[in-house]
């Protein structure tokens, strides 16, 4: 197993640097970089806009590129009766004025030391941003996460043991629902009905946690941390319980059919001993293995709507932000992050496969 791990940890490095340079080529086609927006805010707003790109001199911020950024200056839409002294000058305070190749693999450079440059529109580092985002969408991926699989490998495991029963059919209505209205929809229905929309205001409109939350105990501090996330950790289980639901009836179903099942049962073993012995370990190979990936899932892809309808300012919304403003180091900084952490936690789900069933044995599989 170590060696598999091993070589799994190596493949990582490939890896992230096809995404990373895939990522970087495409976005070399999107319109409207960094310069373009600057010059966009120029034409429309004067010389207070220009006075705040261009304090601080020509420091570097390499970190992206440009769609025009192998072009001639003064090729910008919206460049006309500019100074093309200052549209250089604004090349070379963002690092547009080298070559693209150049740029990527700085950018790889600077990235492997875990240096993310600083955002062109915040004015501060991408590890800060990232740090001060991360416990809101931590809070809303673990305990969604957490939830759902409480709710749904119950829920799954009585619908396989009573497949076909009045109880199976009720509780696929509930699964159907549940999987047709989308997370973002039901979270905006939570908030008409409970947070002062139309009737009543049971729960906070938005953030995290309350003004003067830190003069408060430590019980009242959990009590206001867990109301904030009343309605939308309930939004996000509803709209995502419904597919692990199913894939844990599935499995269950699949093992219980089993030559070994009905050799068990031969034997004269009573259901539960059956159901809890035998099929529950290898139904679970499939379901626990994936928890990994589902957290991931959630927390980078899950909670950009939640975060914007409940104003929790999150890594979602923060993402969202800097794909619209073209905020490149922001972009490719999170970009790294978010698919060096997903390539780790893929291997972690294999090395779980291995400690829910020991029979599975990658390094054997290879060979």
């Known amino acids: 197993m170590t060696a598999y791990i091993l070589r799994r940890l190596l493949l990582i490095i490939p890896t992230l640097f096809a995404i990373m340079l895939i990522n970087f080529l495409i976005i070399q086609t999107a319109p409207g970089g960094p310069v373009e927006q600057i010059i966009g805010e120029l034409t429309g707003q004067g010389a207070a806009i220009s006075e705040r790109v261009t304090r601080g001199g ?22 006309q009766g500019l100074d093309p002294e200052f549209v250089a000058q604004l090349e070379k305070q963002f690092g547009f004025d080298r070559p693209l190749p150049e740029r990527f693999f700085l950018m790889l450079k600077n990235y492997v030391a875990f240096d993310f440059g600083e ?55 509930v699964v159907i629902i549940g999987n047709a209205l989308p997370a973002f929809l039901f979270a905006v229905l939570l908030l008409v009905l409970f947070a002062g929309g139309s009737y009543v205001q049971w729960f906070p409109l938005r953030g995290l946690v309350s003004e003067g939350w830190e003069a408060l105990s430590w019980p009242a501090r959990i009590a206001d941390y867990f109301w904030h996330l009343a309605l939308p950790v309930t939004a996000m289980v509803v709209g995502g319980f419904a597919t692990l639901t199913m894939l844990t009836k599935n499995s269950f179903l699949d093992q219980i059919n089993q030559q070994y099942v009905l050799t068990a049962r031969a034997k ?36 950009v709507f939640i975060e914007i309808i409940f104003s929790l300012d999150g890594l979602g919304l923060l993402g969202f932000e800097a794909a619209f403003q073209r905020d490149y180091p922001l972009m490719f900084g999170t970009l790294w992050f978010f698919s060096l952490v997903g390539l780790v936690l893929n291997l972690v789900g294999d090395v779980m496969y291995t400690l829910v069933d020991p029979r599975i044995d990658f390094e054997a599989r290879q060979a």
């Open 58 to 79: 020509g420091g570097e911020i390499v970190g992206g590129g440009n769609v025009r950024g192998g072009e001639p200056r003064g090729t910008y839409r919206g460049a």
């Open 268 to 303: 004269g073993l009573s259901e539960r001993r059956v159901l809890w012995g035998h099929v529950f370990r290898n139904a679970m190979l499939i379901v626990i293995a994936g928890f990994p990936a589902a957290f991931i899932g959630i927390l980078f892809t899950g909670t």
């Open 119 to 173: 955002s062109y529109f915040r004015n501060r580092r991408v590890v800060d941003l990232v740090l001060d985002k991360m416990p809101v969408s931590i809070s809303l991926g673990l305990w969604t996460t957490l939830l759902t699989y409480l709710i749904s490998i119950p829920l799954g495991i009585a619908k396989a043991v009573r497949d076909g029963s009045r109880f199976d059919v009720a509780s696929s209505v």
